[in-house]
């Protein structure tokens, strides 16, 4: 299944050269998404030697697999950082936010190809019992100076019908993600900063600040790990759980409810907003996280695909992708220098084009010797409410579930001679066992089915086509190789023979 999403496919590649020497920097940024490569722009503007090194392509991670909305509230509602923290927290939340909005806004004046739009965020319930929270946002939200207001014509026509309040939240913004940071990749460079692409970090020394990849290496006096989850082990991966999100676009239909994200919950709970490219109209859904490698992937697209033709009546498939997000327990991320060393910025939930801006500025900031206050609140060995402690119990114990689990359960009892192309199993064989894949060309990849990160056993991911790990969102391809997540050193190729 083709998952290039829309944004991809309609923004031109920035075309880096791989590093291939050993450099000295200022700061090394790892990660070339929009948090990456935010830092790197400002900080290369403040005439610091900047290195960048981005494993695949720029803006080909989370960043170019996104939906491309901003909004100053976040994923779970201001009303819930307000009520986990206090209202002084809440309202630092919404300035941060508003002001990475109101920077991406401003760094878009003259790039017309990131289509950012100003327009509402509207939000209603499909359920009774989710009228109180709509309500409860919009007064928290006004309560801290939102143009955020009770009123049902926000919702347009061609949308689902609500059953009871709607929140208008006005000025809020979308845009190109991906066309976006290609463009302050460019701007980066010219500002002195050296861009690598397809230049994976293969090796991390924290303490001598090194990293090292296939064909060079990089030694700095500050490390920024701005790959969604840092890279390597650190105290953060046992407080975010890791979900995945599933999006399909679809040429308009018959009406476009225009400009804006649309949110409704429920039990068919979308995400919508819309999109215009050279003369053709977009209509793009969103559906409810999946947690990694302990759902059906193929299945959970398929959802989202048959609930938005239902509820839409929207024209045909053009496009359907994933995402990946960490999530913090208590709606802070975690942004600074942590037990490591080196800076990170993670736990952005849903929410990483604002969050992640936010982070690049507080980066910056601190390595300048400028430290804003916000960037406290978000050290990641800081003090959390208890508030939040329920959430990061139940998932720990859920990882922790599925690990002994999966080391318990006997592999499937099949002959790899017996896989048709297109599918997979685990195989024990020879007294080995093997994360095995035949690909539609027919050829084998088998490879160790234990994730190199911290131990937990991989599954199948049939969408992306990558062994997934459900404890903290290590992805590989079926050779082996890193695609995403923590893990630094790819699955283990094994050699087998068909007999």
């Avoid at 960048?52 to 950082?81: K, R």
């Avoid at 239902?310 to 327990?329: I, K, V």
Wanted: net charge negative.
């Amino acid at each position: 299944m083709d998952t290039t999403s829309v944004w991809r496919a309609t923004a031109t590649g920035a075309g880096f050269a791989m590093l291939q020497a050993d450099v000295q920097c200022d700061v090394l940024v790892v990660g070339g998404g929009i948090t990456g490569v935010t830092t790197a722009l400002l900080l290369a503007q403040q005439g610091r030697k900047v290195v960048l090194l981005e494993a695949d392509e720029i803006g080909g991670g989370t960043t170019g697999h996104s939906t491309g909305n901003l909004y100053v509230t976040t994923t779970d509602g201001i009303s819930s950082v307000q009520s986990t923290w206090d209202e002084t927290v809440a309202r630092e939340v919404v300035q941060q936010r508003k002001a990475a909005i109101d920077f991406i806004e401003q760094q878009c004046r003259d790039l017309p190809n990131a289509h950012f739009t100003r327009c509402p965020l509207v939000l209603w319930s499909r359920d009774l019992d989710g009228n109180a929270d709509v309500e409860s946002e919009q007064q928290a939200l006004a309560q801290l100076g939102c143009l955020a207001r009770l009123d049902e014509a926000g919702v347009r026509p061609g949308l689902p019908q609500p059953r009871g309040p709607v929140m208008v939240l006005e000025d809020q913004a979308q845009f190109q993600p991906q066309a976006y940071t290609l463009a302050l990749a460019q701007r980066a460079a010219k500002a002195g900063a050296s861009l690598h692409e397809h230049s994976r970090v293969i090796e991390l020394d924290a303490k001598a600040r090194v990293a090292t990849t296939a064909t060079g290496s990089v030694k700095a006096a500050e490390i920024v790990l701005a790959t969604h989850s840092p890279k390597g082990v650190h105290l953060v991966h046992a407080e975010m759980p890791v979900h995945r999100e599933y999006v399909v676009a679809f040429e308009m239909g018959a009406t476009d409810p225009g400009p804006g994200i649309f949110w409704w919950s429920g039990e068919q709970g979308l995400s919508i907003r819309t999109l215009a490219h050279e003369g053709r109209r977009y209509v793009i859904a969103a559906g409810p996280e999946q947690k990694v490698g302990v759902h059906n992937a193929k299945a959970s697209l398929l959802a989202v695909e048959t609930l938005a033709t239902q509820m839409l009546q929207p024209g045909p498939t053009r496009h359907r992708w994933s995402a990946q997000n960490y999530r913090s327990h208590h709606g802070l991320p975690y942004i600074g220098r942590d037990h490591s060393g080196c800076f990170i910025a993670t736990g952005f939930s849903t929410d990483g084009l604002t969050w992640g801006t936010v982070a690049a500025r507080l980066l910056a900031a601190e390595i300048s010797g400028q430290p804003d206050a916000f960037g406290k609140r978000c050290e990641p060995g800081r003090f959390t409410p208890a508030k939040g402690a329920s959430t990061l119990v139940e998932e720990n114990l859920t990882t922790a579930s599925t690990l002994v689990k999966d080391y318990l359960t006997r592999p499937q009892h099949e002959h790899l001679s017996s896989l048709a192309p297109g599918d997979s199993a685990i195989v024990e064989a020879g007294g080995e066992t093997f994360a095995a894949y035949r690909a539609p060309d027919g050829e084998l990849f088998a490879v160790s089915p234990v994730c190199t990160h911290m131990g937990c056993k991989v599954r199948w991911n049939s969408v992306e086509t990558s062994w997934d790990c459900p404890c903290h969102g290590s992805r590989f391809r079926p050779d082996g190789t890193v695609a995403e997540g923590p893990a630094l050193v790819p699955l283990h190729r094994k050699h087998v023979q068909l007999g």
